[in-house]
């Protein structure tokens, strides 16, 4: 079975989560933004072995913690799609912008692309392609517990910004009601910010893509 705890991280409140398979105790990172020897504890705190670090997109507070813990562990970094190389080589930049030390720019050890699949432990996860917030943003889903993880393409009640260089609205909606409504109502999502949700309640009440905005 797939277990996850929940840890936001930065001044931006990331949740950076730790995903592990209880049958291997093999675990992995999503998103480790920041707070690297915070985030190491809780793996050894647990009893995990750390085997990867898995990026959904380029941003600082979800990859500015990721060389730090690869330098220390020696761990991949796996993700998100190339299309995102440019936030991943300015992240001590941005991080500089926005006052937030500690963060550093990382390249990963492999990219992703859609239709790709990722193990922890026993437990299979495939990755789907979700631009739009960034142009290489990907997110994982879980089909056997309808599981996902989202990065910042959809939140509870909102939805990722678009402002960002080679953002765009228009592919980010087509994203989410294209690649990720059809794998299901009851999917429970952990997006990059906030609290969790479901893909149903989203598509019930959320104000940018509710099913009856497109009816």
């Not at 998100?80 to 990963?108: C, H, T």
């Not at 609205?169 to 294209?178: D, F, G, K, V």
Request: hydrophobic share 40%; glycine share 10%; charged share 20%.
């Amino acid at each position: 079975m797939l277990k996850y705890e929940i840890m936001p991280v930065t001044a931006f409140a990331q949740n950076c989560s730790l995903l592990w398979c209880d049958e291997t105790n093999e675990a992995v990172f999503v998103d480790a933004g920041g707070e690297a020897d915070r985030l190491l504890a809780a793996v050894e705190a647990k009893g995990l072995t750390l085997t990867a670090i898995w990026l959904t997109h380029g941003h600082l507070d979800h990859a500015g913690g990721s060389q730090d813990i690869r330098e220390q562990t020696q761990v991949p970094v796996i993700g998100p799609s190339k299309e995102d190389d440019f936030w991943l080589e300015g992240i001590e930049q941005q991080a500089q912008m926005y006052g937030l030390p500690g963060l550093r720019n990382v390249m990963p050890d492999r990219w992703l692309t859609h239709g790709d699949k990722l193990k922890v432990g026993n437990e299979e996860l495939n990755v789907i392609a979700a631009p739009g917030h960034t142009p290489g943003h990907v997110i994982f889903h879980h089909p056997k517990q309808q599981l996902a993880w989202v990065g910042d393409v959809i939140f509870a009640g909102g939805i990722g910004r678009t402002d960002f260089p080679k953002g765009d609205y228009q592919t980010l909606i087509n994203a989410i009601r294209q690649n990720l409504w059809p794998l299901g109502d009851d999917v429970k999502f952990i997006p990059g910010h906030g609290p969790e949700s479901t893909f149903g309640a989203e598509r019930q009440t959320n104000p940018f893509v509710a099913d009856h905005l497109f009816n």
